[in-house]
């Protein structure tokens, strides 16, 4: 059973920065490509960014993210990391990681207790 377990979140003013981190337990890491998703209030999950498995040579944004966002893993560790630059109020959301299915982007795993990003004047 894969464990996740996110952090990192906090409140930020707009145009701030936060670096979100997912621990992920098992041996199983390296073989899959990892997402980060979001759940703002009243909305749907969704995915924002996504890193390929292995490397991650490959990696895809949400379009309202692009150049604001950066996802990258490190496999010796068991860690996906998201750098969230330049932060606006609809960024605000419940951020969670999971193992991704890179063709459906559907989410593998159960999912962790997430961490809350604010972003707020």
């Known amino acids: 059973q894969v464990q996740l377990v996110e952090s990192g979140g906090g409140l930020v003013q707009p145009g701030g920065s936060l670096r979100l981190s997912c621990a992920v337990s098992?041996?199983?890491?390296?073989?899959?490509?990892m997402g980060w998703y979001r759940q703002a209030p009243g909305k749907q999950r969704e995915l924002v960014a996504v890193?390929?498995?292995?490397?991650?040579?490959?990696?895809n944004y949400k379009d309202s993210v692009k150049g604001r966002f950066t996802i990258s893993r490190d496999n010796a560790k068991n860690t996906v990391d998201l750098q969230m630059n330049n932060l606006k109020p609809e960024d605000t959301a419940v951020y969670y990681c999971?193992?991704?299915?890179?063709?459906?982007?559907?989410?593998?795993?159960?999912w962790g207790q997430g961490t809350q990003v604010t972003v707020s004047s």
């Open positions: 098992g041996s199983i890491f390296s073989m899959y490509a």
């Open positions: 890193i390929s498995s292995g490397g991650g040579e490959r990696t």
């Open positions: 999971n193992l991704n299915n890179w063709s459906t982007g559907r989410e593998l795993a159960s």
